[in-house]
């Protein structure tokens, strides 16, 4: 098992050498557009965690005000995960690219 890694490593830069490179290159006509749609995009994005949080905080009061425990801690999850994903799109995009 060993030698199988050892030797799917050692070939493994042979098939990343054939990745083509894109280069900079230019952009398209109109990618200001685009840009401030994403733009546009990001900030909504911003605002649905914000939002989401709390929504999720409402329903934690409410739960616990019935005495309900613990349900609304996978929502806090999701939307926690949601805000880290959001925070660090930026930091990704720029990593890949």
């Known amino acids: 098992m060993h030698d199988l ?3 799917a ?4 830069h042979v ?3 054939d990745v083509p490179n894109p280069g900079t ?3 398209p006509p109109g990618h200001e557009h685009l840009d401030t749609i994403l733009k546009w995009v990001a900030w909504v994005v911003c605002g649905l965690c914000v939002a989401g ?3 999720v905080a409402g329903r ?3 739960m616990h005000n019935r005495g309900e425990g613990g349900q609304h801690m996978t929502g ?3 939307v926690l995960g949601a805000c880290v994903l959001v925070g660090s799109a930026s930091a990704l995009v720029g990593a890949l690219v």
Not at 9 to 12: E, H, L, P
Request: a positive charge; hydrophobic letters at 70%.
């Open 5 to 7: 890694a050892l030797s």
């Open 9 to 12: 490593v050692g070939r493994a």
């Open 15 to 17: 098939y990343l050498a």
């Open 25 to 27: 290159g230019t952009a």
């Open 53 to 55: 949080l709390l929504f």
């Open 60 to 62: 934690m009061a409410v």
């Open 76 to 78: 806090l999850a999701y």
